[in-house]
């Protein structure tokens, strides 16, 4: 099986442990081990004499439990605790879908959402965002339009990256609605689930609207632990789920016991950090507006509504030969194209604490060269 670049992360790959002012990250500030230990209150010991041990493939009980408290409706059952939230995207498409199916897809989507549907089907149709009044929308109607008798899967993923948008509850739930109403799977990533800006507006997750939804979650986003590796699946379906826990055998069999302990940890302090992320991101957006304001002959700004990133134009002919230029001299913005959302649109990353400060050195170098 011959997988087509992963061209967001390939990207990552080459710029973002060099470029020293990082300005498009989708995570959150991440914090160490020792100060997630102190703020959840969990002792050294239970973390150095935890053993290390296979774990239990589906991931620890008492973890599960703790997830599914979360989410109303849902048991530990329920839940798949997975090695990494990528190897969830992986395991569920391959266990959801086969050739010819159709997958309706959000268009931009984080990349190997796209890429694996299309891998696997073959036949995919892009459901897509567009800006109107100066804010990213979707239309239903044309969703609607998309559905065939063949269509298996839609994927959501919502706060969104890269745009921030955020649908209004009514409208999620036509959609989910609408999706059960034709035997359609709802594949919902929530990884920035939590980062509701003015801390208000949060959707329920998928799958209380929709018992046949399958839901993707994790401490990478909202939480700022993208290093714990840490993610899950709730899907509801238990011959889903037993095809789901096959495949899982295949990539990592379980869960590593250090990374099963720390999520814990993080689980007990979960709104702690999320409040910290929140506060930072919103400094963050009212911090850039002036530079914005300052570069509108390079950048039309569209703040986000929800998440850490947000989508924004530029009037460079191609962003990424402008991304590219930047990333030489040490500013890391993403291109759309990277994306598959043409080449007029850059993500910016709004979760890091040094991001007024590198958003500074940007505009010093603006300033020099444009
Ligand atoms: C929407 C979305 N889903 C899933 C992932 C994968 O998360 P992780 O990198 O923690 O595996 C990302 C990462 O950027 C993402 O943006």
């Known amino acids: 099986m011959k997988l087509k670049p992963f061209q967001l992360e390939l990207y990552f790959a080459k710029y973002e442990f060099t470029c020293p002012h990082m300005l498009c990250a989708s995570d959150c500030e991440s914090l160490s081990i020792e100060e997630l230990l102190v703020l959840s209150g969990t002792s050294p010991q239970t973390f150095l004499q935890s053993r290390l041990g296979y774990t239990d493939s589906q991931g620890d009980p008492a973890l599960r439990e703790m997830i599914a408290a979360d989410v109303p409706g849902v048991t530990a059952e329920e839940v798949v605790f997975l090695s990494a939230p990528e190897e969830g995207i992986y395991i569920a498409l391959n266990a959801l879908l086969s050739t010819g199916d159709h997958v ?3 268009s931009p989507i984080y990349e190997s959402l796209l890429n694996l549907a299309e891998q696997i089907t073959g036949n995919v149709s892009l459901w897509p965002f567009h800006m109107k009044d100066g804010r990213w929308t979707l239309d239903e109607d044309e969703l609607y339009a998309l559905a065939t008798p063949k269509t298996k899967c839609l994927i959501l993923n919502f706060p969104h990256n890269p745009t921030g948008f955020l649908p ?3 409208q999620f739930s036509r959609i989910l609605e609408w999706a059960a109403s034709r035997g359609i799977r709802v594949f919902s990533d929530e990884m920035y689930r939590g980062l509701e800006l003015n801390g208000r507006n949060r959707l329920p997750s998928a799958v209380e609207l929709n018992d046949q939804a399958l839901v993707l979650s994790g401490l990478s986003k909202t939480y700022g632990l993208p290093g714990l590796r840490a993610g899950w699946l709730i899907v ?3 011959a889903l789920r037993a095809e789901i826990l096959n495949w899982k055998l295949y990539t990592s069999i379980c869960a590593a016991k250090p990374g099963e302990v ?3 940890a993080a689980l007990q302090c979960k709104e702690v950090l999320a409040q910290r992320n929140r506060e930072l991101i919103t400094r963050n957006i009212a911090g850039a ?9 390079l950048f039309t700004w569209i703040p986000p509504q929800a998440g850490s990133v ?4 530029t009037k460079q002919p191609s962003a990424q030969a402008f991304c590219e230029q930047l990333a030489q001299a040490g500013f890391l913005l993403l291109p759309s ?5 043409g080449d007029q649109h850059v993500r910016f990353g709004f979760g890091r604490q040094a991001f007024l400060t590198n958003l500074q050195a940007l505009d010093d170098y ?3 060269h444009y």
Do not use: C, G, Q
């Open 310 to 313: 947000a989508l924004v134009e």
């Open 104 to 106: 309706i897809v959000l």
């Open 262 to 264: 720390l999520t814990l």
């Open 366 to 368: 603006l300033k020099a």
């Open 289 to 297: 507006a002036p530079f914005f304001k300052r570069w509108d002959s």
């Open 236 to 238: 509801k379906d238990a």
């Open 168 to 170: 209004d509850p009514a």
């Open 337 to 341: 194209s990277y994306m598959n959302f």
